[in-house]
């Protein structure tokens, strides 16, 4: 991911504007998993929202494996988990798995082989023929993670992944992130779960009212990241 001198702003009725991006420069590399952090409003969600093409910079550049973000070819092999996901409820997770597959290019083949590797790596083989709208808010989640991992991607964007989940939860992501790190795979997440992100980053960024306020490496801070983060947001 690079990232350069990116600003966005948000017009709020006929004057107000809000900005919500301000001259942002970040870079990750391939192979890292990053932490992005910061208060309510800071501007993640957007910068992720940028990420993707779902909204695009008043000024300066995105690209995503060298290809500028406007290309649909960038997002080829990127997962993505949004904060608040929308399933097909109707659907049960084997049927939604295979629809994220078609509309990620998968072969039937491979389809099946990733939906049955996910629904076991996530505990959701005995439910996975059950409607979605019977699933607890956790397993809901689960189904959302395998969604965004469907198709093998080389990029994994997770937006709160841990919402929702208990124990035994986490520890499947946990333990899934870990593997996907091990695989070599680029990690971008966003969490307020300040734990989570020493646990399972690399380096880790803290933006605060649009900008990169702070970015270093987890095993090199001083102290905890909670200390730091109340002394780069107050």
Do not use: W
């Not at 078609?102 to 996975?128: D, H, N, P, Y």
């Not at 991992?149 to 035994?168: A, K, R, T, W, Y």
């Amino acid at each position: 991911i690079r990232i350069e001198n990116v600003s966005k702003t948000f017009t709020l009725g006929r004057k107000h504007k809000v900005p919500a991006v301000q001259g942002l420069s970040l870079a990750v590399a391939r192979g890292e998993a990053f932490g992005c952090i910061g208060p309510n409003g800071a501007g993640k969600s957007t910068t992720i929202k940028l990420l993707l093409d779902l909204i695009r910079p008043d000024s300066g550049s995105i690209s995503i494996n060298g290809l500028p973000t406007t290309d649909e070819a960038s997002r080829a092999r990127v997962g993505y988990l949004p904060e608040n996901p929308y399933l097909y409820e109707y659907l049960t997770a084997s049927e939604y798995l295979a629809f994220a597959a078609r509309l990620s290019g998968l072969g039937a083949a491979l389809m099946a082989e990733r939906r049955g590797l996910l629904l076991e790596k996530l505990k959701l083989s005995q439910a996975a023929h059950r409607r979605i709208s019977t699933y607890s808010k956790g397993m809901q989640q689960r189904t959302a993670i395998a969604a965004a991992l469907i198709h093998n991607p080389e990029l994994v964007i997770l937006d709160e992944p841990m919402s929702g989940l208990d124990p035994l939860g986490r520890k499947l992501i946990f333990d899934l992130i870990d593997e996907l790190k091990g695989e070599g795979k680029t990690i971008f997440i966003s969490s307020h779960v300040l734990s989570d992100i020493e646990r399972l980053c690399d380096r880790v960024g803290i933006i605060v009212q649009g900008r990169l306020s702070f970015e270093g490496v987890v095993k090199d801070l001083s102290g905890p990241l909670d200390d730091l983060f109340l002394q780069v947001v107050q």
